[in-house]
T-cell receptor, first 113, second 112 residues
Framework: DTEVTQTPKHLVMGMTNKKSLKCEQH?????MYWYKQKAKKPPELMFV???????INESVPSRFSPECPNSSLLNLHLHALQPEDSALYLC????????????FGPGTRLTVT | GENVEQHPSTLSVQEGDSAVIKCTYS??????FPWYKQELGKRPQLIID?????GEKKDQRIAVTLNKTAKHFSLHITETQPEDSAVYFC???????????FGKGTRLHILP
């Protein structure tokens, strides 16, 4: 199985809501990533987990809270978001380290109203 | 900070002709250079990658070249087809960090 799955595909939330995005992979990859992608822009790295530990936080606002419950799962908890946070949120995974291909999930299209 | 420059931002070529996209990087410790293709509304997908121990890699109609001295690498697509129309992103690993940095992307249009 060479697929990364993400749920939900689409999410609309108000600025006072709390929601979570989920990502799953069963390739035995030890690194997992969250990216944010705005229209016509490249993916922008948010967080990196390596061996289930947070290794990189790209100065992301605290209204985004990542969680890695086990080596196959990655969550992104959302709270008190702003309209400018509307974007495509992509999860990716790879074998440990940057010397290996990152496999991307299909993304969650988030709209904050 | 480290960055990756990508040119051109838009490229139109006649079907059957070749397309070339160029990138430069700043981190001399970068050692992995992937290229991703992203169709509208879809996920980025790796089309080819190259590691710093080789200068060129080819996979059917797609090739990538790497010049570590000049810190630049290029994507070459030959015999372009309509399905090659997409946005292409180059990327480079950041030495010492568990991440890659993307270029700003090239929108490739294949003209009939």
């Amino acid at each position: 199985d060479t697929e990364v799955t993400q749920t939900p595909k689409h999410l609309v939330m108000g600025m006072t809501n709390k929601k979570s995005l989920k990502c799953e992979q069963h390739m035995g990859h030890r690194a997992m990533y969250w990216y944010k992608q705005k229209a016509k822009k490249p993916p922008e790295l948010m967080f990196v987990y390596s061996y289930e530990k947070l290794s990189i936080n790209e100065s992301v606002p605290s209204r985004f809270s990542p969680e890695c419950p086990n080596s196959s799962l990655l969550n992104l908890h959302l709270h008190a978001l702003q309209p400018e946070d509307s974007a495509l949120y992509l999860c990716a995974s790879s074998q440990s380290g940057t010397y290996y291909e990152q496999y991307f999930g299909p993304g969650t299209r988030l709209t904050v109203t | 900070g480290e960055n990756v420059e990508q040119h051109p931002s838009t490229l139109s070529v006649q079907e059957g002709d070749s397309a070339v996209i160029k990138c430069t990087y700043s981190d001399s410790a970068s050692n992995y250079f992937p290229w991703y293709k992203q169709e509208l509304g879809k996920r980025p997908q790796l089309i080819i990658d190259i590691r710093s121990n080789v200068g060129e890699k080819k996979d059917q109609r797609i090739a990538v070249t790497l010049n570590k001295t000049a810190k630049h690498f290029s994507l070459h697509i030959t015999e372009t087809q309509p399905e090659d129309s997409a946005v292409y992103f180059c990327a480079a690993s950041i030495g010492g960090d568990d991440k890659i940095i993307f270029g700003k992307g090239t929108r490739l249009h294949i003209l009939p």
